[in-house]
């Protein structure tokens, strides 16, 4: 009876290992208990990943994540363009319900880049292909590296696209498996996460915010009380941080990062490889809490820079709508229909081959 009990605890530790390690099985699994009303349900996203890290209860605030918009009226009627995104959860399917909200779009295919998943790409001749590599501005150091993009977006004629399973290749998977920087977050998720302890955890928050002026440490709350923050990129210490000085050397390698990318994925058939950084909600909010690195605009503007940009820094700087929800890391309807329209306008100048 012993050894079977311990046995089912091996197999039920390790499953929840296999899942919090894999990007599909994890949003499979997260997609299913954010949607149940039963005891398995989760309400760590349903609120913002934010209150979903502090359980503050002043900052639960249902968000509507879904895009109802669709593509201007001025868009082509003819649907002829094969769109690839190699992205975040910026452009994940809590953004993106369809491809019908891109302009002159036929097909969607998506790559999250800050998750250990790889894909291979085979385009189809004859066709326009067009490559959207898209980023928060919080992992965009990440781009220095070319692996980031190279060793996830794999072209099926490349040595890279080599489907082979070597020894080497399968060390390489399994450490990128148990290197997710969010396999910590997973495991919690997996294993204590339920609906029934949100009260206590709520309870256990207030008391410590209210008492003890203390938040979950990942989590900041504005000066003004209206937002939670990702405490990392207010960090001047942290690479994720919008205050994290950046060295002329270091932009320099992340231009060429990005010309290198540019050049590969253009050398492989695609008919334009574009680039989008997506701003911390504190670059935009309050840049006053330090002194911004100019992250954004230093890239942007660069003039060796060649990868063609989908810019919104300035029209986020300028605009007087709410962009971002309050307690999450991401932008709301607003700030993506901001960007849909900018990027919509690049895709209308596209022509059909």
């Known amino acids: 009876m012993r050894r079977t009990l311990l046995l089912l605890l ?11 390690t894999s ?13 149940t009303t039963s005891a398995l ?29 669709v593509p201007p009226d001025s868009c082509p009627v003819k649907r002829f363009i094969n769109l690839y995104v190699a992205g975040d959860s910026y452009l994940g399917d809590a953004f993106v319900e369809s491809d019908s909200i891109f302009c002159s779009v036929k097909s969607y295919w998506y790559l999250k880049t800050n998750s250990s998943d790889i894909k291979h790409v085979r385009l189809a001749t004859g066709e326009t292909n067009i490559l959207l590599i898209e980023v928060v501005e919080r992992d965009l150091r990440s781009f220095s590296d070319t692996d980031y993009i190279m060793g996830k977006m794999l072209m099926d004629d490349s040595i890279h696209g ?13 450490f990128q498996a ?38 979950n440490d990942d989590v900041l709350i504005s000066p003004d009380g209206k937002y939670l923050l990702y405490r990392q990129t207010i960090d001047s210490t942290s690479k994720n941080g919008s205050f994290t000085p950046m060295s002329d050397k270091e932009l320099n390698n992340l231009v060429r990062s990005l010309n290198t990318f540019y050049a590969y994925y253009k050398s492989k058939g695609f ?3 574009l680039f989008s950084v997506i701003p ?26 060649k990868i063609p940009i989908i810019d919104i820094y300035d029209l986020f700087k300028n605009t007087n709508m709410q962009i971002y929800f309050t307690s999450d890391t991401h932008w709301n309807m607003n700030g993506f229909h901001i960007w849909l329209n900018e990027f919509n306008k690049k895709l209308m100048t596209y022509h059909e081959k």
């Open 23 to 35: 990007g599909k099985l994890m949003r499979q699994v997260t997609q299913y208990r954010t949607s």
């Open 280 to 305: 911390n909600p504190v670059t935009i909010l309050y840049p006053h809490m330090g002194r911004y690195n100019e992250m954004i605009p230093r890239v942007q503007q660069h003039p060796d820079l």
């Open 41 to 69: 349900g989760s309400e760590k996203y349903r609120y913002g990943d934010l209150y979903g890290l502090s359980y503050l209860p002043g900052f639960k605030i249902e968000n509507d994540f879904l895009a109802s918009g």
């Open 10 to 20: 091996i197999a039920i530790f390790a499953s929840i290992m296999i899942v919090s």
């Open 178 to 215: 148990l290197s997710n920087p969010s396999i910590n977050q997973n495991i919690e998720f997996n294993m204590f996460d339920y609906k029934i302890f949100t009260p206590v955890k709520e309870m256990k928050a207030s008391l410590n915010w209210n008492v003890f002026g203390r938040v």
């Open 271 to 273: 008919d334009d490889v």
């Open 162 to 174: 080599q489907s082979k399973m070597t020894v080497g290749r399968f060390s390489s998977l399994v």
